[in-house]
Nanobody
Framework: VQLQASGGGQVQAGGSLRLSCAGS????????LGWFRQAPGKEREFVAA????????RFADSVRGRFTISRDDAKNTAALQMERLRPEDTAVYYC?????????????????WGQGTLVTVSS
């Protein structure tokens, strides 16, 4: 499955953005899907993941309660809804996938990475 993220942009602190991830190829519903981000000069970090079937989700402590993750396997899409954005959320966001029931929070467990989309939050 190939993944493509979109929906990034510039927003003021406190605002909202919705990132989308479109999958192409066979077997999208078999994948754990997730989001990682990388800010300038920082390591890539886990943001959120949703297990196969959508029955389990996990969030980084820094975004829990502000971000939600969802998937629509009928449309081969996933989304990251981001609320109450902060300047420290500024980063390139990557949609990722792994053909497993649930792949956790380590980036090396995800074999499918899409091109990132830039989110900039201004104060």
């Amino acid at each position: 499955v190939q993944l493509q993220a979109s929906g990034g942009g510039q927003v003021q602190a406190g605002g909202s953005l919705r990132l989308s991830c479109a999958g192409s190829g066979y077997g999208f519903s078999d994948y754990t899907l997730g989001w990682f981000r990388q800010a300038p000069g920082k390591e890539r970090e886990f943001v959120a993941a949703i297990a196969r079937g959508g029955g389990f989700t996990r969030f980084a402590d820094s975004v829990r309660g502000r971000f939600t993750i969802s998937r629509d396997d009928a449309k081969n899409t996933a989304a990251l809804q981001m609320e109450r954005l902060r300047p420290e959320d500024t980063a390139v966001y990557y949609c990722v996938g792994d053909r497993s029931e649930y792949s956790g929070t380590d980036p090396w467990k995800y074999g499918n990475w899409g091109q990132g989309t830039l989110v900039t939050v201004s104060s």
